[in-house]
């Protein structure tokens, strides 16, 4: 079971989601949610690397919301990972903000150059946060769909090697209000227009599904 302050979040999102979300948004979302559906018709297990340039910020948001919305419609045979073209860390900043969300976070290597968090969705189930670039031997490196979460990412690999699909949801990026007087509310902007859009692709999905 969700965390109530997530349910609860998710719930809210769902109540308006159409209108926080432009019909081109919806049309690259809705092709998204088709490649899926296709990939669970013929029982594939589905792959979605989200994928940015440090793997430090949106690519994070894009993997925690991707899996929640998986959880949250019942798709068990999907699995969501993020990575960039380097390894760098979790932003603190994004973890923040997800937790001033409504996720219980922890970490046990704080001090270390690249932090694992923990973020936990409900009691016993988290996604492991941190950075690593898309070489790296935890993520599927073939037979995947690529969602590209940054113009960086998105302009410098037009060909993903080994993802049998690309699409490209590319988002501003929160880093530009660092320095600002309240970066965290940029942050919670930014993880809540991903999680809207998280969680239209599913419900998409979902309405496929039922004309199976």
Known sequence: MLHKEINQLCSTILDDIRTKISSERRSILEAIAQEINSELKIGNTVKLVYLCTHNSRRSHFSQVW??????????????????????????????????????????????????????YYSTDNFIDCYSKANTDSVLPQKDFIAIMTCS?????????????????TTYDDPKE????????????????????????????????????
């Open 66 to 119: 991707g899996c929640l919305a998986s959880v949250l419609f019942g798709y068990k045979e999907i699995e969501t990972y993020s990575g960039g073209t380097v390894a760098t860390a979790c932003h603190p900043y994004t973890i923040e903000a997800l937790r001033q969300l409504g996720f219980k976070i922890t970490c046990a290597d704080l001090e270390a150059d690249n932090p694992h968090y923990k973020v």
């Open 152 to 168: 960086d990412s998105d302009d410098n690999c037009p060909l993903v090697p080994g993802a049998k699909k690309r699409f490209s």
């Open 177 to 212: 209000f660092d320095d600002s007087a309240n970066p965290i509310e940029h942050y919670k902007e930014r993880s809540l227009q991903i999680a809207h859009e998280a969680l239209y692709t599913f419900q998409y999905l979902s309405k496929l599904r039922a004309k199976k």
